[in-house]
């Protein structure tokens, strides 16, 4: 398996940006980003296959987040998050994966701590 490594997240307001970056420990894997506000279920945010020619987003963030990934070395994937809402506050989760690719957490394999992302109104 693949190990991940989230950091970027933090404390903005609303309207503001923040970009997350996730560090795997292996080249070339399809990788996404998911997020889980308290109480609720882990939803997929969006995701980006192994050489960065595909890319998709869940509806509430389209226009909004770009998932991009590191060219050079394809084992670094960003989320720019742009436009923040209260309600993206979250912890945000990287998650790869060698082979699948979807919006649900089963579609992914290996996946990181998280980070907090918190915004204020």
């Known amino acids: 398996q693949v190990q991940l490594a989230e950091s970027g997240g933090g404390l903005v307001q609303a309207g503001g940006s923040l970009r997350l970056s996730c560090a795997a420990s292996?080249?070339?894997?399809?990788m996404g980003w998911f997020r889980q506000a308290p109480g609720k279920e882990r939803k997929f945010v969006a995701a980006i296959s192994w050489n960065g020619g595909r890319t998709d987003y869940g509806e509430s963030v389209k226009g909004r987040f770009t998932i991009s990934r590191d060219n050079a070395t394809k084992s670094t994937v960003y989320l720019q998050m742009t436009n923040l809402k209260p309600e993206d506050t979250a912890v945000y989760y990287c998650a790869a994966d060698r082979v699948r690719w979807g919006h649900e957490t089963t579609d992914f394999a290996s996946w990181g701590q998280g980070t907090q992302v918190t915004v204020s109104a």
């Open positions: 292996r080249r070339s894997y399809n």
